[in-house]
Structures are given as C-alpha cells and as structure tokens.
Nanobody, 123 residues
Framework: VQLQASGGGLVQAGESLRLSCAAS????????MGWFRQTPGKEREFVAR????????EYDDSVKGRFTISIDNAKNTVYLQMNSLKPEDTAVYYC?????????????????WGQGTQVTVSS
C-alpha cells in the first residue's frame, strides 16, 4: 500500500488549503483513513478520520468546524479541506491507513503512512 499526500503550502491565517491523499496498491473497502499532524519535538497527533465507505467521521476538537475530511472512492483519494487556518495549525500533515478499520484516533493503530506534507500558516 502506498499513500501519496499533497496540497500543503504557506498561507496566511484565515485562508484555506485542501490536502489530498492518493492511495494505491491495496483493497481498501475495510480501511479507515486518517490525517495526523506533527510539529518538531511533539508526538504525532490525530486530526481526522473516515471509513472507506464515507462514514465514521471523527475530528479532533481543535479542528472541529474548520476542517472537513472526505473521500472519493472512485479516485482512491482522501481529502482534508482546511478552512480558517490558524498559526497553530502549522505542522507536517500525514495521511494514514488502518487496514483493519478499527476507526481509532491512535497513530499506532495505523499500518501505512504517507510521506507528509508541510502546512505553514503565518499570522
């Protein structure tokens, strides 16, 4: 399984970005897909998750109401629409796949990881 994340960049506070995660090399019908983020010196933290069928959506409290996770099964791609970005959203964002579909918000439950994409929000 390969995950290719893209869409990061440098934006100002209040602006938007959309991250994409293209999945390949597997049969994903039972998977849970997640987005995590990490800043230097800190552990990777949960942002959002979604089941491959489009249900089971969950967000961390810090992004509720601003971020939206979605999935396009035809394209094997998961999206993270990020609106009203804040400087504290600055991080490397990773997409991840949990092949068992446990649907948890714990990084160690995920089996496959993309390479990460940098999001920088200036004030």
């Amino acid at each position: 399984v390969q995950l290719q994340a893209s869409g990061g960049g440098l934006v100002q506070a209040g602006e938007s970005l959309r991250l994409s995660c293209a999945a390949s090399g597997g049969t994903f019908s039972t998977y849970t897909m997640g987005w995590f983020r990490q800043t230097p010196g800190k552990e990777r933290e949960f942002v959002a998750r979604i089941n491959w069928g489009g249900g089971g959506i969950e967000y961390d409290d810090s992004v509720k109401g601003r971020f939206t996770i979605s999935i396009d099964n035809a394209k094997n791609t998961v999206y993270l629409q990020m609106n009203s970005l804040k400087p504290e959203d600055t991080a490397v964002y990773y997409c991840a796949a949990d092949r068992h579909g446990y649907g948890l918000a714990l990084a160690y439950e995920y089996d496959y990881w993309g390479q990460g994409t940098q999001v920088t929000v200036s004030s």
